[in-house]
Nanobody
Framework: QVQLVESGGGLVQAGGSLRLTCEVSGRPFPAYAMGWFRQAPGREREFVAA????????LYSDSVKGRVTISRDKAKNTMYLQMDSLKFEDTAVYYC???????????????????WGLGTQVTVSS
């Protein structure tokens, strides 16, 4: 059974940093891309970043580009999201997701991902 578990969220002041971790148990597919999404109250789930099975293949939303770094350790079945220079508008529940193929899905949409974690809360105080 495949499970994705996020950790590392918390309360941080604006300008601070957090590192989110997503641990995958039970290998979903032979080679799989992964992504981070977030959802703030009253808003739709939005794409944050994604990484292909080839870790050099990464993609970021414009809202976080330059402030966020996605990475993965395939030996540990773990993905990370290093977030720096956090802003109040980064406040949301952050979810990790896995896609069944090795390449980053084209449309950066939640429906393109097959497995999801339960999320971790990130709160940025202004």
């Amino acid at each position: 059974q495949v499970q994705l578990v996020e950790s590392g969220g918390g309360l941080v002041q604006a300008g601070g940093s957090l590192r989110l971790t997503c641990e995958v148990s039970g290998r979903p597919f032979p080679a799989y891309a992964m992504g981070w999404f977030r959802q703030a109250p009253g808003r739709e789930r939005e794409f944050v970043a994604a990484i292909g099975w080839n870790s050099e293949d990464t993609l970021y939303s414009d809202s976080v580009k330059g402030r966020v770094t996605i990475s993965r350790d395939k030996a540990k079945n773990t993905m990370y999201l290093q977030m720096d220079s956090l802003k109040f508008e980064d406040t949301a529940v952050y979810y990790c997701a896995a896609n069944k193929g090795p390449l980053i899905p084209h449309f950066m949409a939640p429906h393109e991902y097959d497995y999801w974690g339960l999320g971790t809360q990130v709160t940025v105080s202004s």
